[in-house]
């Protein structure tokens, strides 16, 4: 699920989006998007990205692994293709991000350098500049392990970032933990359901133990150490929750073979269990990540 949860954005070709994008993409970022920050930390403090790491992000959404890289004093660029909307919040965030802070003294210490920050709309070539180093990191932070052929398309953007990478740079890819592990499965089933009501949750596959591993020896990337990593999805009241949920995309299909109010109705039953006395929503996740070198 971008993503934290993202897995299709609604695109801007073919028939007319029956969502509000803009606030669709607010939804992602103030709501969503905020649920896998303790994958992104634990990834970027393994790596210990900092301001020698050039980091290209897959799949970058409002770019808030960005954000936080860049923070830590890395170079980011992100690349997306499914929504222009989220790369104009990516680039708001980044903007600010990418100007130098002051140095106390006006001197700037030896051997550091200008953060640079980009947000690119297009493939994951869109992203080469000949003039600048190779990549020293690239993350896929968009969990597969929830759909079918979900590690397909992952494999088929690795395609197009590895060679804009150097030689041992690093490749984070991750993934859904084991289902019943993660609370949030049984909500997303709902999707699946909607959309095809014939064949059920047929578009909904459990996460694999060697996911991951598949996909980075299909890309030709060496595997170098993973982690798993608890990211409990928390929101304010069940409206919140299904706002989020909402924004990933993955209800479109549903919303589209059904209509947005019977959607809203079912999502909210499912949201219900995870409904604590308070009014908030809880659902605990776990979800995995693969370090891969470039050979």
Not at 194 to 207: K, N, S, V, Y
Request: a neutral charge; one cysteine or more; hydrophobic letters at 45%.
């Amino acid at each position: 699920m971008t993503p934290t949860l993202v897995r299709q954005h609604s695109s801007h070709t073919g028939t007319p989006s029956p969502v509000d994008l803009r606030a669709r993409a607010r939804d992602w970022s103030e709501i969503q998007e905020r649920m896998l920050v303790p994958l992104y930390e634990a990834v970027f403090e393994r790596l210990d990205v900092g301001g020698g790491t050039r980091m290209l992000g897959l799949g970058c959404g409002s770019g808030l692994a960005l954000l936080m890289a860049a923070s830590r004093g890395a170079s980011v660029t992100g690349v997306d293709t499914r929504s222009p909307e989220l790369l104009d919040l990516a680039r708001q965030r980044l903007l600010p991000a990418a100007a130098e802070a002051p140095e106390p003294a006006g001197v700037r210490p030896a051997g550091a350098r200008a953060q640079v920050a980009r947000v690119v709309e297009g493939p994951p070539g869109a992203a080469a500049d000949p003039s600048a180093p190779a990549y020293t990191l690239v993350t896929a932070f968009e969990p597969i392990g929830c759909l079918a052929g979900d590690a397909e398309g992952l494999r088929e953007l690795l395609a197009g970032a590895t060679p804009l990478a150097g030689r041992g740079a690093a490749v984070v890819l991750a993934g859904w933990g084991p289902p019943e592990r993660c609370a949030t499965a049984s909500v997303l089933k709902v999707a699946t359901k909607l959309a095809d009501p014939l064949r059920g949750a047929g578009g909904w596959r459990p996460a694999l133990r060697d996911d991951l591993e598949e996909v980075a020896q299909r890309a030709g990337l060496r595997p170098d150490g993973s982690g798993r990593v608890a990211c409990p999805f928390g929101y304010a009241d069940v409206a919140s929750a299904a706002r989020g949920l909402l924004s990933t995309g993955l209800f479109d299909a549903a919303i589209a073979a059904t209509d947005p109010e019977q959607v809203d109705k079912e999502l909210a039953e499912a949201l219900h269990p995870h409904r604590r006395a308070d009014g908030t929503v809880w659902m605990p996740n776990v979800f995995r990540y693969l370090i891969a070198r470039v050979p």
